[in-house]
């Protein structure tokens, strides 16, 4: 099953647009407790997630471009 949603990520541009939503809305979450909390490991793990959501963007376009 996992190998089946990786595959569909990768493959498909709805795939990049829900991870990076998803991306997306995991580092707000994240960021709003850091926040909160002033824990610097809160900021790190929202910088991943951004991170994460920025390269599906970038993919997302390339993939655009490349047809």
């Known amino acids: 099953m996992l190998r089946s949603i990786n595959n569909w990520?990768?493959?498909?541009?709805?795939?990049?647009v829900v991870f990076a939503v998803v991306d997306l809305a995991i580092a707000y979450?994240?960021?709003s407790l850091s926040l909160n909390s002033g824990n610097l490991i809160w900021y790190i793990v929202t910088i991943v997630f951004l991170i994460g959501f920025?390269?599906?963007?970038?993919?997302?376009?390339?993939s655009f471009f490349r047809g």
């Open 54 to 62: 920025l390269a599906n963007i970038y993919k997302l376009i390339e």
């Open 9 to 16: 990520h990768k493959s498909t541009r709805l795939g990049r």
């Open 29 to 31: 979450g994240f960021f």
